[in-house]
């Protein structure tokens, strides 16, 4: 069985702080591919970053960075120097080619608000 | 590229009533998912379609719901007889084969929100 743990179920940083969301994931498959999406109050899921289970190369993305962690199945989301904007719901996710499946299993999501 | 669109944004009906959803995926994508999603809650897995076959439901999608694809462009969602535990926020999805770099990566749209009273 596939699950995603988002523990965190809301953070409150003041604006420029660092913030790192937590994912935790289980699934039984040696190819799989974590995904994080961000939703603002808009409701449309935004793409953030896809990673298979392969490569556990850090990724940085401009004010975002991955650190991915097969040892500790942890794939957490780090925001330097939040902003306002920054202000949504972000979700963890896991696919797993497994058996032809093309779901997305969602982690329940850790809403984050950035105080000006 | 547009993204996806869905319509209506926002619909309202009474507990008994027969509703349908509409998703326009981005253009050329040939995969196509829906997805639920309850307050406070991730988006839930329903069904996919590759092209205009619909390939996988899940146990989620109850005898009343129905969803097709016919010409392999735009899919519709269907509701029969809703409930009021129907109430959430219905999420289409699409995705595509033919790009190797961002192969299985889905694109959302901002969802129906569905209010059953």
């Known amino acids: 069985a596939q699950k995603v743990t988002q523990a965190q179920t809301e953070i409150s940083v003041v604006e420029k702080e660092d913030v790192t969301l937590d994912c935790v994931y289980e699934?039984?498959?040696?190819?799989?591919?974590l995904f994080w999406y961000k939703q603002p109050p808009s409701g449309e899921l935004v793409f953030l970053i896809r990673r298979n289970s392969f490569d556990e190369q850090n990724e940085i993305s401009g004010r975002y960075s991955w650190n991915f962690q097969k040892s500790t199945s942890s794939f957490n989301f780090t925001i330097t120097a939040s902003q306002v904007v920054d202000s949504a719901v972000y979700f963890c996710?896991?696919?797993?080619?497994?058996?032809?499946?093309?779901?997305?299993?969602f982690g329940k999501g850790t809403k984050l608000s950035v105080i000006p | 590229d547009t993204g996806v669109s869905q319509n209506p944004r926002h619909k309202i009906t009474k507990r008994g009533q027969n509703v349908t959803f509409r998703c326009d995926p981005i253009?050329?994508?040939?995969?196509l998912y829906w997805y639920r999603q309850t307050l406070g809650q991730g988006p839930e897995f329903l069904t996919y379609f590759q092209n205009e076959a619909q390939l996988e439901k899940s146990r989620l999608l109850s005898d009343r719901f129905s969803a097709e694809r016919p010409k392999g462009s735009f899919s519709t969602l269907e509701i029969q007889r809703t409930e009021q535990g129907d109430s959430a926020m219905y999420l289409c999805?699409?995705?595509?084969?033919?790009?190797?770099?961002?192969?299985?990566?889905?694109?959302f749209g901002a969802g129906t929100r569905l209010s059953v009273l």
């Open positions: 996710a896991l696919h797993y080619p497994g058996a032809g499946s093309y779901q997305l299993t």
């Open positions: 699934t039984r498959d040696t190819t799989y591919y």
């Open positions: 999805a699409s995705s595509s084969l033919a790009q190797p770099t961002a192969k299985n990566i889905q694109y």
């Open positions: 253009s050329e994508h040939n995969r």
